[in-house]
C-alpha cells in the first residue's frame, strides 16, 4: 500500500525555522572544509571532540546545563558544561596517573549514569580510545571486545562488575578495574586491586591540557557484529565530530534552545554520536534517563523536561504505539517540535502514528550505521515526509544503489546501499583487521551490507540486509556469535542462527540446534540451552526461540546453509539447493 506524502509547511510556519532551509542549492555549493572553521580545535591546531563537545562551551556558556539526569529511582542531577569541564579533567588525571598515553584503548561497561559520560569525554581528552559496551552484555561479549581491543581499563560499575568477575583473569592487557559507586549503590567492598572513581576523582586535578590529538587520530571504537566471526572493532577520528555537529543541525534540527533526548544506549554507535557528541557539539543541553522502558515513564520524561526534540529507534516507537493512544494523551507533550528514528525500518504507520498521537509530529526516519559513524540518509524537518523512506543523502555526502559490480543502477532498481568514501565520521579501520576493511570497498564505493532502492527524486527506500546480520529491536546480532555460544553446551552438536520476523522487535533471534547422541530433545534440555545462552551473552542477544532437529541443512563443504532454514521457517521457497550436503 501507498501512503500519502505528509507535506511540510512553508519555512515561515514553523514555530522555529528549521536550520537546513534548502536542499539542492546547498549539495551544491557545500564544502565540509568550510564548515570545519566552525570547529574550535586546539591550541596547538589539532581537533579533539571533548574540547569541541565540552571545553568550548565550558568557556563561553559555562553555567548551561549540559546534562539533566534522571536515575532509575527518580534521582535528579544536573551538570553544567563547567561542571562536565572539570569532572573530565579531573578523570583525564586520574587516566594520566595509570600511565594511560594517547591511542591506549580504555572500555565503559555501565549503565546510564553521568559517570559514564564524564569517563568517556576524561578517555578522549587523555587522547586515548574510548570503547563504550552495551550494559545488557553478558560475559562473553565483553570479554570478546576486551581482548581484541587489548584494553587496559575498564570502567565499570560494581554490578556489572560481578557480571564478567571470572573473565576479568583472561585478559593480560588489562592493567586497572576502575568502579563507580554511582551515589554508593553499592555496600560490597572493592575486590583487592580495584580503584575507586570516588577516590581517584576527589584527589585528581580540576586542571588538564588535552593531549594533543589531530583530526585523523582515533577517538571512539564500537564493536559491530557481521555474518560470520567475531564483531569487529570499528574505529573513528576526531573529525567525526563535525559530521556530529553537522547532522545534530540538519537532520535533528538542534538549535540552541533545545532540550533535547537519544533513548539509545551509549554502548551503541547512537548513544556516542548522537547521545554525546551531536548534542554538545552544538552546545545543546540533553536529557540522560536511566531507566529502561515504558511508555507512560517515557512521556513523563517529555513532558518533565520539556523535550522539544526527541531521537529514538522504530522497536521502542511500536512498543508506545502497542501501549495505547490513551497513554499519550495524559501527558503534556506540547513541547515536542522535532522527532527521529533510526536503527531499523520505521513502517509508514510508525510515522503517521506520531502524527496523529505524539504533539502532531511524524517521526523522521534517518539511516545509517556503526561503520558511518554519523546520519548519512534523512528526513528533514523542511521536506515533505514519503513514509517509508529513509529519506534523502546529507549535504557533502553522495549515496547510491549500486550492482554486484559497483556500478550504479537505475532509479527504482533494487541494489546494494553504498556510499563514497570520504566523509568525515567514516570509520578509519577495523581495529587491526585490514582484510576486513579493504573488504568493504568496491570500485570505488564503500558497499554498506544493506539493500535498498532510490526513486527518481533521490529518497532511499531500505529492503533488506545483503547477509545474515540479524537486527533485532535495533541491535545487530551476529549468527556466528550466538552459534558459538549456543554450541559449548554439552549437549548441543551444532547451531543454526536466523532471524524470525516480530511484529515489534522486527527479528526476534530464533536458533535450530541438533544434539550430541545420548541427549533427549525435551523442554527442559531447551530451556536450560535458553538459560545458558542468556547467561552467556545477554537477553537481548540470546535466541528467543530454539528449535532442536535432528540436523541442520548444510553445503558439502560442511557449511550450516541459514538461508535454507530462514526460508524453511517462513515458508519460502528453499531457492538454489545444489550445493546442499546429502543426508
Ligand atoms: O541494516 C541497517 C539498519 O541498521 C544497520 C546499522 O546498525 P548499527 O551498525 O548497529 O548502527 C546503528 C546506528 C544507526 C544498518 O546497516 N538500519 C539503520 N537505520 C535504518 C536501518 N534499516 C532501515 N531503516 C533505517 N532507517
Given at each position: 500500500m501507498?501512503?500519502?506524502?505528509?507535506?511540510?509547511?512553508?519555512?515561515?510556519?514553523?514555530?522555529?525555522?528549521?536550520?537546513?532551509?534548502?536542499?539542492?542549492?546547498?549539495?551544491?555549493?557545500?564544502?565540509?572544509?568550510?564548515?570545519?572553521?566552525?570547529?574550535?580545535?586546539?591550541?596547538?591546531?589539532?581537533?579533539?571532540?571533548?574540547h569541541e563537545a565540552i571545553d568550548r562551551h565550558a568557556a563561553r556558556r559555562g553555567d548551561k546545563v549540559a546534562m539533566y539526569w534522571e536515575g532509575a529511582g527518580g534521582e535528579e542531577e544536573q551538570y553544567t558544561f563547567a561542571?562536565?569541564?572539570?569532572?573530565?579533567?579531573?578523570?583525564?588525571?586520574?587516566?594520566?596517573?595509570?600511565?594511560?598515553?594517547?591511542?591506549?584503548?580504555?572500555?565503559?561497561?555501565?549503565?546510564?549514569?553521568?559517570?559514564?559520560?564524564?569517563?568517556?569525554?576524561?578517555?578522549?581528552?587523555?587522547?586515548a580510545i574510548a570503547g563504550p559496551l552495551f550494559s545488557a552484555f553478558g560475559p562473553d561479549p565483553v570479554r570478546d571486545r576486551l581482548e581484541d581491543s587489548g584494553a587496559k581499563v575498564l570502567v565499570v560499575t560494581p554490578e556489572l562488575r560481578g557480571r564478567i568477575a571470572h573473565i576479568l583473569g583472561d585478559l593480560p592487557d588489562l592493567k586497572h578495574v576502575i568502579v563507580v559507586n554511582k551515589n554508593g549503590r553499592s555496600q560490597d567492598p572493592l575486590a583487592p586491586g580495584d580503584i575507586s572513581y570516588e577516590e581517584a576523582m576527589a584527589s585528581a586535578s580540576p586542571d588538564f591540557d588535552i593531549v594533543p590529538t589531530t583530526e585523523e587520530d582515533?577517538?571512539?571504537?564500537?564493536?559491530?557484529?557481521?555474518?560470520?566471526?567475531?564483531?569487529?572493532?570499528?574505529?573513528?577520528?576526531?573529525?567525526?565530530?563535525?559530521?556530529?555537529?553537522?547532522?545534530?543541525?540538519?537532520?535533528?534540527?538542534?538549535?540552541?534552545?533545545?532540550?533535547?533526548?537519544?533513548?539509545?544506549?551509549?554502548?551503541?554507535?547512537?548513544?556516542?554520536?548522537?547521545?554525546?557528541?551531536?548534542?554538545?557539539?552544538?552546545?545543546?543541553?540533553?536529557?540522560?534517563?536511566?531507566?529502561?522502558?515504558?511508555?507512560?515513564?517515557?512521556?513523563?520524561?517529555?513532558?518533565?523536561?520539556?523535550?522539544?526534540?526527541?531521537?529514538?529507534?522504530?522497536?521502542?516507537?511500536?512498543?508506545?504505539?502497542?501501549?495505547?493512544?490513551?497513554?499519550?494523551?495524559?501527558?503534556?507533550?506540547?513541547?515536542?517540535?522535532?522527532?527521529?528514528?533510526?536503527?531499523?525500518?520505521?513502517?509508514?504507520?510508525?510515522?503517521?502514528?506520531?502524527?496523529?498521537?505524539?504533539?502532531?509530529?511524524?517521526?523522521?526516519?534517518?539511516?545509517?550505521?556503526?561503520?558511518?559513524?554519523?546520519?548519512?540518509?534523512?528526513?528533514?524537518?523542511?521536506?515533505?515526509?514519503?513514509?517509508?523512506?529513509?529519506?534523502?543523502?546529507?549535504?557533502?555526502?553522495?549515496?547510491?544503489?549500486?550492482?554486484?559490480?559497483?556500478?550504479?543502477?537505475?532509479?527504482?532498481?533494487?541494489?546494494?546501499?553504498?556510499?563514497?568514501?570520504?566523509?568525515?565520521?567514516?570509520?578509519?579501520?577495523?581495529?587491526?583487521?585490514?582484510?576486513?576493511?579493504?573488504?568493504?570497498?568496491?570500485?570505488?564505493?564503500?558497499?554498506?551490507?544493506?539493500?535498498?532502492?532510490?526513486?527518481?527524486d533521490g529518497y532511499f527506500w531500505f529492503v533488506g540486509r545483503a547477509d545474515d546480520v540479524i537486527n533485532t529491536a535495533g541491535h545487530l546480532v551476529g549468527p556466528f556469535e550466538v552459534e558459538s555460544a549456543l554450541i559449548e553446551h554439552p549437549a548441543v552438536a551444532e547451531a543454526g542462527v536466523i532471524g524470525k520476523p516480530d511484529p515489534v522487535a522486527m527479528e526476534v533471534v530464533k536458533a535450530f540446534v541438533s544434539l550430541h547422541e545420548g541427549h533427549e530433545p525435551t523442554d527442559r534440555l531447551r530451556n536450560e540451552i535458553m538459560g545458558f545462552a542468556r547467561q552467556k551473552l545477554s537477553a537481548a542477544v540470546a535466541p528467543r526461540e530454539i528449535e532442536i532437529v535432528d540436523s541442520l541443512p548444510k553445503t558439502r563443504s560442511g557449511k550450516i546453509m541459514r538461508r535454507l532454514l530462514k526460508a524453511r521457517e517462513l515458508g519460502l521457497p528453499e531457492g538454489d539447493t545444489s550445493t546442499l550436503e546429502e543426508d
Open positions: 501507498d501512503y500519502p506524502t505528509i507535506a511540510k509547511p512553508g519555512l515561515d510556519d514553523f514555530s522555529v525555522r528549521p536550520n537546513l532551509d534548502r536542499y539542492d542549492a546547498l549539495r551544491e555549493s557545500f564544502s565540509w572544509q568550510e564548515l570545519r572553521r566552525e570547529l574550535d580545535g586546539l591550541p596547538g591546531g589539532g581537533l579533539n571532540l571533548a561542571q562536565m569541564r572539570d569532572l573530565t579533567n579531573r578523570f583525564a588525571n586520574v587516566l594520566r596517573g595509570l600511565g594511560i598515553e594517547k591511542g591506549d584503548r580504555v572500555f565503559i561497561f555501565m549503565g546510564r549514569v553521568p559517570e559514564l559520560y564524564v569517563a568517556f569525554f576524561g578517555i578522549l581528552k587523555a587522547g582515533y577517538s571512539i571504537m564500537h564493536y559491530t557484529s557481521g555474518t560470520t566471526g567475531k564483531p569487529k572493532g570499528a574505529v573513528h577520528a576526531h573529525l567525526a565530530a563535525l559530521q556530529h555537529m553537522a547532522t545534530g543541525r540538519w537532520a535533528l534540527d538542534l538549535h540552541e534552545d533545545d532540550i533535547y533526548w537519544c533513548t539509545a544506549d551509549p554502548g551503541w554507535v547512537t548513544g556516542t554520536s548522537y547521545g554525546m557528541s551531536a548534542p554538545w557539539t552544538n552546545g545543546v543541553s540533553q536529557v540522560i534517563y536511566e531507566g529502561g522502558f515504558r511508555a507512560s515513564a517515557w512521556y513523563q520524561v517529555i513532558q518533565k523536561y520539556g523535550v522539544t526534540v526527541w531521537y529514538t529507534a522504530p522497536t521502542a516507537i511500536r512498543m508506545l504505539m502497542k501501549a495505547g493512544d490513551d497513554i499519550p494523551a495524559r501527558y503534556d507533550l506540547s513541547t515536542l517540535r522535532h522527532t527521529c528514528s533510526v536503527g531499523e525500518p520505521l513502517n509508514p504507520e510508525a510515522v503517521i502514528w506520531g502524527e496523529k498521537v505524539i504533539n502532531n509530529q511524524p517521526f523522521h526516519d534517518n539511516w545509517w550505521q556503526t561503520e558511518t559513524g554519523a546520519i548519512l540518509i534523512a528526513n528533514y524537518p523542511f521536506q515533505d515526509i514519503r513514509p517509508g523512506s529513509m529519506g534523502r543523502p546529507i549535504p557533502g555526502v553522495r549515496t547510491a544503489i549500486v550492482d554486484e559490480n559497483g556500478n550504479e543502477v537505475e532509479p527504482g532498481e533494487e541494489g546494494d546501499l553504498a556510499v563514497q568514501p570520504g566523509w568525515p565520521s567514516m570509520f578509519r579501520a577495523y581495529w587491526r583487521n585490514q582484510e576486513m576493511y579493504d573488504s568493504k570497498f568496491k570500485n570505488g564505493w564503500y558497499i554498506t551490507g544493506d539493500r535498498a532502492r532510490m526513486d527518481s
